[in-house]
């Protein structure tokens, strides 16, 4: 159920109350002046809520009286019986659930209760409130009147209670029960005289309705009671209530009282209630309409999170997938580099195989080459050895002649060795070279990427800072506007 709909059925309701009662003319001024203060607790109308704060929500409800109504305007000797005993009444005395009013002869009291009824007790009557409950902004079946007429008469003006729930308005006399479906009813009840005396009106349970109609119920039947018409149950069990030709010379008294001191008073409080009714319907209204505007904003805010978390993961999804393809890209580079690095060495391995092949082939050849000269030296050497007188020492010579050749030749072969093993190395080093360069490009292409993405998450963090702190201060400045 949003806000609007309690809204709405309360601004409704508290419309037609408040036709209703200006309907009966209650515009007319009373007294102005102030009543004198009393010693009790004094209540008036339900009181004014407190406005809503600057941040839209509902404010703590104020503590409500315990009282029922009050003691509006009197005159004469007025009692409250109640826990405390009996206390003599003075205006603005608060009425407790379950009190007691007696008024003595020539005596009258008028109550304000806190729905807007009004009740004025006559003389020589006593009044019981057995249940008193009103709700402002609850469900009408929570309200509750029942009263109980021990003797006298009163009139009741109903309130709030009376034209929201009329199931729930009763007042009950020692031979009746009397329920609403009006405004305005004068119930009354006199006991039988005691034996010896004269009663100067039958006794029973009389109602006389001025606005809207009543019913008197009794186990023997009901009447009910239209505008303008009396009603009487007599004492006897059996006997059904039943409608008089016209009201009881009583009433005339009683309507005397009204018109000289009561009417105005009773004016100036239904006027009264009505003000702060409204005031207060306003109040009601202006908080539901502070506490949607809040509901509102808060919407907003829990949105605008929502959104801003959403792309904060939106972008987190997509700085993982680019981290996540640069990352694939790096492994793919390294794999390939590796392969190539593979390759390169397996052709320089091939190359130096070939070359070792070579050099070996080339030094069997000179091997051969040197043997081939040898044995042909040593041939000629051998003739012309044979040719000397001395045979050996040609031989000797010979053989010398051979090992320094065989010296020579492992000297060239060494040289030849070193000369290849320092051209591997220099052929190494230039192939090393162009790697070791590439590599460390890419080592800094790397780290002047991963300085980039450090410095994008830290202006990234710097701005969800600076957006936080903002919202923060938007939220502070909410309550103080």
């Known amino acids: 159920m949003t806000a609007e709909a309690p809204h709405s059925r309360t601004a409704a309701r508290f419309a037609a109350h408040a036709a209703l009662l200006l309907a009966l003319g209650l515009g007319a001024c ?84 806190n729905d807007g009824a009004s009740i004025t007790v006559r003389a020589d009557s006593e009044l019981r409130f057995d249940e008193y409950r009103y709700v402002p902004d609850g469900e009408p079946q929570q309200n509750l009147a029942a009263m109980s007429l021990v003797k006298g008469a009163l009139r009741s003006i109903t309130g709030l209670i009376g034209q929201t729930n009329r199931d729930g308005y009763r007042v009950a006399t020692p031979n009746a ?137 939106q972008a987190q999804g997509k700085r993982e997938a680019a981290q996540k393809k640069r990352e694939e890209e790096r492994k793919g580079q390294q794999d390939a580099q590796k392969s190539k690095q593979e390759e390169q060495k397996k052709e320089r391995d091939a190359r130096d195989a070939k070359r070792a092949e070579e050099r070996n082939k080339k030094q069997d050849e000179r091997r051969k080459d040197g043997d081939k000269k040898a044995a042909e030296g040593k041939g000629d050497e051998q003739k012309r050895q044979q040719q000397r007188a001395d045979p050996r020492e040609a031989a000797q010579k010979q053989r010398e002649a051979a090992q320094k050749q065989r010296q020579e030749q492992s000297q060239q072969d060494r040289q030849d060795r070193a000369r290849v093993q320092r051209e591997q190395q220099q052929n190494a080093r230039q192939q090393r070279e162009p790697q070791d360069r590439a590599r460390q490009q890419q080592q800094q292409q790397q780290q002047q990427q991963q300085e980039r993405v450090r410095r994008q998450q830290e202006e990234q963090q710097e701005r969800l800072r600076q957006q936080q702190q903002e919202r923060a201060r938007q939220r502070q400045q909410v309550p103080q506007r």
């Open 177 to 313: 029960t009397i329920g609403i479906r009006g405004t305005d009813h004068e119930p009354a009840y006199y006991a039988p005289p005691p034996p010896g005396q004269k009663a100067d009106h039958p006794p029973g349970t009389y109602d006389k309705v001025n606005e809207g109609e009543s019913v008197i119920r009794r186990p023997a039947g009901e009447m009910p009671v239209r505008r303008g018409q009396t009603a009487f149950a007599p004492p006897e069990p059996r006997a059904r209530p039943q409608l008089l030709s016209k009201p009881p010379v009583f009433y005339q008294r009683y309507a005397e009282v009204d018109r000289r001191a009561v009417e105005p008073r009773r004016v100036e409080f239904h006027r009264q209630f009505v003000q702060q009714e409204q005031r207060r319907q306003e109040q009601r209204r202006q908080q539901l309409d502070a506490q949607k505007k809040s509901q509102e904003q808060r919407k907003q805010a829990d949105d605008q999170d929502a959104r801003r978390k959403a792309e904060r993961e």
């Open 30 to 113: 009373g007294e102005q002046g102030r009543e004198p203060q009393a010693s009790r607790p004094e209540t008036g109308a339900p009181a004014p809520t407190a406005a809503p704060d600057a941040s839209g929500a509902a404010p703590a409800p104020t503590a409500a009286p315990t009282g029922i109504g009050r003691v509006h305007s009197m005159e004469g000797d007025v009692r409250i019986l109640g826990a405390r005993g009996e206390e003599r009444a003075q205006a603005g005395v608060l009425i407790e659930r379950g009190e007691t009013v007696r008024t003595l002869v020539d005596a009258w009291a008028l109550l304000a209760m």
